[in-house]
């Protein structure tokens, strides 16, 4: 008589790598409209299957909008509130949400994920005025000055955007790009924001001296590119138009990408770095996401 024993159960831990894309044609317009199979997305060379479609117009938001408040940035609140309010009720639906975060040499939440602009609006005027007695985000560091621009992203990914629920997932950074009182580096803020599939714009404030740039300048000016070129976003220079037009550029792009989830065929947990490849099949059209993503 056969005897069937039971099999152990096998248990297979996979991810959902998670990729937000943005389409442009020869001209430079947002291209909607397409489907699943216009893309071929390729991980380290292999190609991989789409297992997640969506648009991201059809997904919640959660946006972060992070303050530079040290020495010249702090002009920014002041001269630009309007264009701020704007921005917010052009682009948060009835299930979005946002937060604001202002730092220089400590991370002030100023106001937690909400789905109002007025919210916003009332926590920038709040730190403001009491700024120093408004909750900090990330642990107690000892911080003699400077300006803690990487650790605003990296816990503003970590504490804020990682948990809360899937969706489109962005941070608009107003700021120079220059650190001088981060616990984290570059390498750290670029691997969490593409871990969490994060977006991260940014709009650059820099001050120079007598008309041109210094040293520190041109490298707050790379690391703000770099930022947006590794996370599948964009960085504006605020010298160099206006920031009712960036915000609007900025809104377009998150109503009208695409969001795109596969399971790695690499099942490896070894900490490696994933560059991720993304076509749009259609000739004249170019995609733009993150470049990859690190392995946890």
Do not use: W
Request: charged letters at 25%.
């Amino acid at each position: 008589m056969a005897v069937c024993l039971a099999q152990p159960a096998i248990r297979v831990d996979v991810q959902l790598v998670t990729v937000s894309v943005t389409v442009r044609d020869e001209h430079g317009a947002l291209v909607t409209g397409l489907s699943q199979g216009d893309f071929e997305l390729i991980e380290d060379g292999i190609p991989q299957k789409i297992a997640y479609f969506t648009l991201s117009s059809q997904v919640p938001l959660q946006l972060g909008l992070l303050v530079d408040v040290s020495g010249s940035q702090d002009h920014f609140s002041k001269q630009h509130r309007s264009d701020l309010e704007r921005f917010l009720r052009d682009v948060l639906g009835p299930d979005d949400r946002a937060f604001l975060l202002c730092f220089a040499n400590h991370l002030r939440l100023a106001s937690d994920l909400t789905a109002s602009p007025q919210e916003i609006l009332d926590g920038l005027q709040r730190f403001e005025k009491e700024g120093r007695h408004l909750p900090e985000l990330g642990p107690a560091e000892i911080r003699e000055g400077g300006t803690a621009f990487y650790d605003s992203i990296y816990y503003g990914v970590t504490e804020k955007l990682v948990s809360v629920d899937k969706g489109r997932r962005a941070l608009v950074i107003f700021s120079d790009g220059e650190d001088n009182a981060s616990a984290h580096h570059m390498l750290d803020a670029i691997e969490s924001a593409q871990s969490a599939d994060v977006l991260l714009y940014g709009i650059r404030y820099t001050e120079t001296r007598k008309g041109k740039l210094t040293a520190r300048n041109k490298y707050g000016i790379r690391v703000m590119d770099r930022l947006a070129l590794e996370t599948g976003a964009r960085a504006f220079d605020a010298a160099k138009g206006d920031l009712s037009d960036f915000f609007r550029q900025i809104g377009e792009e998150l109503r009208s990408s695409y969001e795109i989830g596969y399971y790695s065929t690499n099942s490896a947990k070894d900490s490696s770095f994933r560059k991720i490849s993304l076509r749009v099949k259609r000739p004249g059209l170019a995609a733009r996401s993150k470049t990859g993503y690190f392995v946890r």
